[in-house]
């Protein structure tokens, strides 16, 4: 039995591996401070974190320095980090303090309490300027937007430890990850969980542009499959985590419509800089942002080779339909959990 770490515990993903480790009979240590997580997260048919969850930041160098010092921790899974787009490029240093520093502050005490293996999740979004389908690994041109490139970044400082250091490290790209569990209820929440609360309220799902843009999308539970993998590693690695198959945001509106039987909702379409119209900051001279960069991250097509991934004997095993239907049962209980008002049919 292994004693592993994970930051960001009470998010999406992290509340999901935390449990399956669990289940596994692994020994697993929490921590979260619910800038972005959730209590909801953590409750399980066979077990509760929310008593035994640290609820600490991963920069708090004093808690974490004591922790590492009780624990032992044979691996580390970081996925803490400020994840949505517009937060990111509204406050960047708090985002590179976060995503790049919380992750050096990891590593260094990984290197320091001698720790086996670190896991840390970055994102797909790190392709955001990439041309050559489906992305592999080897190649990234460099992103842009301060999310991504604080993911980059700190991609570089897991290399720069693996090598000086023999750590094993292995950087997770995540393609777009759906599933239970996924957040429905904040400002800008992923688009699948935006598109169920709509449909739930009743109200017309505003997409942006055409909607035909596509993407790639994995499953929450096939992306566990895989970072349970990759625990065979035994130096620095970087792999996607998808499906290398594309489907439209029309197409998956349409599918959470029917699964929810809202079809006679109509979508409504609007210029690409809506997703950005709540940030006006952005916008202010001398220096506004670019609307170029920002119609290209509207745009962009995303898929991600799973060349490298397969080679740990894994592949995507959850048929589209089916992650979308237990994606929309869970999030459906959520939202009236929440006390959300339910259309009326």
Request: hydrophobic letters at 40%; proline letters at 5%; aromatic letters at 12%.
């Amino acid at each position: 039995m292994s004693k592993i770490l994970i930051t960001g515990a009470a998010g999406f993903i992290g509340s999901q591996l935390a449990h399956r480790l669990h289940q596994k009979g692994e020994q697993v240590v929490l921590m979260d401070n619910f800038s972005y997580g959730s209590e909801d997260n953590l409750i399980f048919e066979d077990c509760d974190f929310r008593d035994s969850i640290h609820r600490k930041d991963i920069r708090d160098r004093a808690f974490m320095e004591a922790l590492m010092e009780k624990e032992t921790f044979d691996e580390i899974y970081h996925i803490a980090a400020i994840t949505p787009l517009p937060d990111c490029q509204n406050n960047p240093t708090e985002a590179v303090d976060v995503n790049v520093r919380g992750t050096v502050l990891i590593l260094e005490l990984a290197r320091k309490y001698g720790v086996k293996k670190v896991y840390f999740a970055s994102t797909s979004a790190v392709y955001e300027n990439n041309s050559d389908f489906p992305s592999r690994e080897e190649h990234v041109e460099y992103p842009g937007l301060i999310y991504p490139s604080t993911k980059f970044a700190a991609e570089q400082f897991c290399r720069a430890f693996s090598t000086a250091y023999g750590i094993p490290v292995v950087v997770f790209r995540f393609a777009n990850v759906y599933g239970p569990h996924i957040d429905c209820l904040r400002t800008t929440p992923p688009v699948m969980g935006y598109l169920i609360r709509e449909f739930y309220k009743g109200n017309s799902p505003i997409l942006h542009s055409t909607g035909k843009q596509e993407r790639d999308f994995i499953f929450v539970e096939d992306l566990i499959d895989l970072a349970l993998a990759v625990r065979s590693a035994e130096h620095f690695d970087i792999v996607n985590v998808s499906t290398e198959t594309t489907v439209s945001i029309n197409a998956i509106a349409e599918l959470i419509a029917k699964e929810m039987d809202c079809e006679d909702i109509p979508l409504q379409y609007a210029e690409v800089a809506h997703f950005w119209a709540k940030y006006p900051e952005l916008y202010e001279k001398p220096y506004p942002i670019s609307e170029e960069m920002l119609a290209h991250e509207v745009l962009k097509y995303t898929c991600l080779s799973t060349e490298h991934a397969r080679t740990y004997g894994w592949a995507p095993k959850t048929d589209l339909k089916e992650g979308v239907r237990k994606t929309v049962e869970f999030s459906v209980d959520v939202l009236r959990k929440a006390g959300i008002p339910e259309r009326k049919h």
